[in-house]
């Protein structure tokens, strides 16, 4: 079985990868730099290669995320983890998902 090339794709890929850790090396807090110079030097690296500033691609169809919508949808899993975390209780041991713990 043999692995395809890597394509534009992966290339652009390897390429803002590499990008971001040239501006980490440069301007990281760690290595002396400041860190508004370390964000600005991402953010820069992020709008070159047309990126979200968590690394999705940007497009017209892609939306990003706003910090109200991030909350709700916290809340609405937060919702359901507890909705599974009940059901896992009464789960028997033996079951797979079920906790494998006893009571202390």
């Known amino acids: 079985m043999s692995t395809p090339a890597p394509g534009p794709a992966d290339d652009d890929e390897a390429a803002y990868r590499a990008a971001r850790r040239r501006a980490a090396r440069q301007h990281h807090p760690d290595v002396g730099g400041s860190t508004e110079e ?59 998902g079920s906790r494998r713990y006893g009571n202390l």
């Open 38 to 96: 370390y964000l600005a030097a991402l953010a820069e690296v992020d709008r070159r290669f047309g990126r979200a500033p968590d690394g999705r691609l940007l497009g017209p169809d892609v939306v990003v995320v706003t910090t109200l919508r991030r909350r709700a949808l916290r809340v609405a899993l937060r919702g359901a983890r507890d909705a599974s975390r009940a059901v896992r209780r009464r789960l028997p041991p033996g079951v797979p």
